[in-house]
C-alpha cells in the first residue's frame, strides 16, 4: 500500500492539517520540517513499519491520500530525523484513544446537528453563566468520571434555574481520566473519558435545543506538560527546549513546566488560531474563555515590560478580531486578573479585543466582604467600588462571581465555607453567601456562579469530588434563593429589565450600619428600574430610610430573608415599599424599610 503522489491530487480538496476525509481516502498531512522522511502508519495498513510514505511539500509540510483509510482508523505519523527515529500522534488529532494511545480518524461532517442551525447565543447583557467542570459535575456511576452524556441528564435543571449559558472547563485530551484540564496533551482532541468529539458536539446540540450557549475553556498560556507528543516532535530542539512547537529560550519558562508555544513562529501560530476557530466552526461553541492570558502576554505575568511577548499578543489579536468579524455574536472572555483595560479593548484601539474578562477587581473585593467575621471590619466604600467597577465604560466588559474553579481551590474553599469552617448548614454561612450570589446577580457585569454553588457545596473544589446532587433537595429552599436570583436577573417577569443594563446609582453607603442601597437601570422608569437594598450586618432595622428614585408604590419581588429559602430564616419585611415626600440621597422622595440581619431586598414598580 502507498499514498497517492500529491502531483496526482487536487490540493484544493484536502486544505488543512491532520487526517482529513475525502471521497478518496484519509488525506494526511504533518508538519516536521526537521524529518528526512515521513510515513503514516495505522490500522489501514495493520500497523506495518515503516508505514506509507508521505511525500514533502518543501515548506517543512508532508502528505498523502491513503484510499483504503476511513473514518475511525487508529493512525500514527512515523518521523526519520537526523536526531532518531519517532512515532508521534498527529498533532492535529481530532480524537485519540487515550493521551499515551494514537489517534482516530475524525470526520466532523458525519455528527448530525438535527435542528440546532438557528440557536443564537443570548446578547451579553442576557447573559448568566454556569462554570462546568465535566469529570464532576454529575456522575452516575462509582469509581468513574462524569461525561458529556451524563451532563445532558442534568440541562433540565440548568435551564430551571435560569442559566443561559454553560462554561465548560477544558474538555482536551489529558493524561488520565482526572484533572481539572489545565494540561492538555492533545489541543484538538477531545477528552475519551468525557465521551470524545461527538460527547462534545452531543452535550453542545442538547443544550442548544434547552436555549442554553456553551462556552469552551482553551488553555494556550502552556501545553502538557506530559503525555505530549508535540514535544521536540520532529527531534529538534535548542538549550534542551521543546523543539518546533515552543520556544527554545528564556520565553519557554511558565509556572507549569518549560511548554509555552512558540507564538512567534508562523505554523504555531497558525496551529493555535485553526484551533480557537475550530470550536466555533465544527463544534458550534458560543464563545472561548482563554486561560491565564497574562502568560501569553508576558512571561512572567509581572507586567515587565522587558518580558513582554509581542507575538502572543499579536496572535491574540488576530484570533480575537477573526472572531468577531466571523463570529460576532460569539464572546471570548480572558482570565488575566490583572483588571487592565486594554485586555477588552478593541483590537483597532490598541487592544487584545476580548469581549469580556473575569474581574479581579469584584471577586476579591466582594468575597472579602461577605466572609469577613466582624461586621466592623467590613468595607462598604470597596464594595460600592467593586459594584461600579467597569472596563473601557462598559460593564458587560466584566464577568462578576464571588466562585469559580479558582477561587474555590489553591488553599481556598467555596464561600460557605469560608466563613464557616466546616458547617456551611448554618445561619451565618447562608446567610452571607446569598449576599454575595445577590452581589453577582444584581451588579452590572455578565455573572457567573460555579457548579454546586446553588446546592451550598462545601469545602473546595476538586476533580476527584463529584457534585452531590441529593443536596438538591437537601437544601431546595437555598437552591429556589438562586434560583429567583437569577430569573429577576434575566428580567424573567419582564418587571426587572434594569439588571440588564449598564446603570447603578448607588442611594445609600452606610459605613456605620453597613447597609447598601443602589439603583439599577437601563433607561429608568416602571419596569426598568430596580432598587436593591442590602444589609451586611447581624443588626434587623425596623426603620430604615433610604431615597428612591421615584416615587410611588414599589413591589418587593424577593427578600433573601424569605422562610421558604430557609427554616432558619425569620421572614421579617416581607412588605412592599411605599415613597413618602420628602429629598434624602439626592432623591425627591424617600421609602422607609425593615432590614432583616444579612439580607437583600428587591424592588421594582410595575
Request: with cysteine; net charge negative.
Amino acid at each position: 500500500m502507498e499514498a497517492v503522489p500529491n502531483q496526482d491530487l487536487d490540493a484544493r480538496e484536502y486544505e488543512g492539517m491532520g487526517a482529513i476525509c475525502g471521497p478518496d481516502g484519509v488525506f494526511y498531512r504533518v508538519w516536521a520540517p526537521h524529518a528526512e522522511q515521513v510515513f503514516v502508519q495505522g490500522s489501514f495498513n495493520n500497523w506495518e513499519s515503516p508505514g506509507i510514505e508521505l511525500t514533502s511539500e518543501d515548506n517543512g509540510k508532508w502528505s498523502g491520500l491513503v484510499a483504503d483509510s476511513q473514518e475511525g482508523d487508529e493512525y500514527k505519523f512515523v518521523l526519520t530525523t537526523p536526531y532518531g527515529t519517532f512515532s508521534r500522534n498527529d498533532p492535529y488529532a481530532l480524537k485519540v484513544t487515550n493521551s499515551s494511545g494514537n489517534s482516530v480518524v475524525y470526520n466532523h461532517d458525519a455528527f448530525d446537528w438535527e435542528d440546532t442551525t438557528s440557536f443564537a447565543i443570548p446578547t451579553w447583557q442576557q447573559l448568566v453563566i454556569y462554570e462546568m467542570h465535566v469529570g464532576t459535575f454529575h456522575v452516575t456511576k462509582k469509581d468513574q468520571v462524569g461525561t458529556f452524556y451524563t451532563a445532558i441528564e442534568k440541562i433540565p435543571y440548568l435551564k430551571e434555574m435560569g442559566f443561559n449559558a454553560v462554561e465548560l472547563m477544558p474538555c482536551s485530551e489529558f493524561p488520565g481520566s482526572r484533572s481539572w484540564g489545565y494540561n492538555p496533551s492533545n489541543p484538538f482532541a477531545i477528552e475519551s473519558d468525557y465521551g470524545g468529539p461527538d460527547g462534545l458536539k452531543s452535550f453542545i446540540k442538547a443544550a442548544h435545543q434547552a436555549g442554553i450557549a456553551v462556552i469552551l475553556d482553551v488553555v494556550y498560556n502552556h501545553f502538557g506538560p506530559s503525555d505530549l507528543d508535540l514535544w521536540q516532535f520532529d527531534g529538534w530542539s535548542e538549550n534542551d527546549g521543546g523543539g518546533i512547537y515552543f520556544y527554545n529560550d528564556w520565553k519557554a519558562k511558565t509556572p507549569w513546566g518549560d511548554t509555552r508555544p512558540d507564538y512567534g513562529r508562523s505554523e504555531v501560530r497558525q496551529y493555535i488560531y485553526d484551533n480557537a476557530l475550530m470550536w466555533l466552526r465544527e463544534y458550534r461553541i458560543d464563545g472561548l474563555r482563554m486561560d491565564m492570558v497574562p502568560y501569553i502576554r508576558n512571561v512572567n505575568a509581572d507586567g515587565n515590560p522587558g518580558n513582554d511577548i509581542e507575538e502572543g499578543m499579536t496572535l491574540m489579536q488576530w484570533i480575537n478580531a477573526d472572531i468577531r468579524q466571523q463570529y460576532p455574536n460569539c464572546i471570548t472572555i480572558a482570565e488575566d486578573m490583572h483588571s487592565l483595560e486594554f485586555i477588552t479593548e478593541s483590537v483597532p484601539q490598541g487592544g487584545l479585543g476580548y469581549g469580556s474578562q473575569w474581574d479581579a477587581k469584584f471577586v476579591h473585593t466582594v468575597r472579602e466582604a461577605i466572609i469577613t467575621a466582624n461586621d466592623q471590619d467590613r468595607d462598604m466604600e470597596q464594595v460600592v467600588a467593586a459594584l461600579q467597577h467597569t472596563y473601557n465604560g462598559d460593564a458587560f466588559q466584566r464577568i462578576v462571581y464571588t466562585e469559580s474553579h479558582d477561587e474555590v481551590a489553591n488553599g481556598q474553599a467555596r464561600v460557605a465555607e469560608e466563613i464557616a469552617d466546616g458547617d456551611v448548614n448554618n445561619w451565618y454561612s447562608k446567610k452571607r453567601a446569598a449576599l454575595g450570589v445577590a452581589l453577582v446577580m444584581t451588579a452590572p457585569g455578565i455573572p457567573m456562579l460555579f457548579q454546586g454553588q446553588p446546592l451550598l457545596e462545601d469545602k473546595w473544589f476538586s476533580d476527584t469530588d463529584p457534585i452531590d446532587w441529593s443536596r438538591l433537595e437537601k437544601f431546595r429552599g437555598f437552591v429556589n434563593l438562586h434560583r429567583d436570583l437569577i430569573h429577576l436577573r434575566r428580567n424573567w417577569f419582564g418587571v426587572t429589565g434594569g439588571l440588564q443594563g449598564q446603570n447603578i446609582q448607588i442611594l445609600r453607603c452606610d459605613q456605620e450600619k453597613k447597609v447598601l442601597a443602589y439603583h439599577r437601570f437601563e433607561q429608568g422608569g416602571p419596569k426598568d428600574s430596580v432598587v436593591v437594598v442590602m444589609n451586611l450586618s447581624h443588626e434587623t432595622y425596623y426603620d430604615y430610610k433610604i431615597g428612591m428614585p421615584a416615587e410611588g408604590h414599589w413591589v418587593l419581588r424577593l427578600n433573601s430573608d424569605n422562610e421558604q429559602y430557609d427554616a432558619s430564616f425569620a421572614g421579617q419585611g416581607m412588605d412592599d415599599a411605599h415613597t413618602s415626600e420628602g429629598e434624602m440621597d439626592q432623591c425627591a422622595v424617600h421609602a422607609t424599610f425593615l432590614i432583616p440581619a444579612y439580607s437583600v431586598k428587591i424592588f421594582s414598580q410595575e
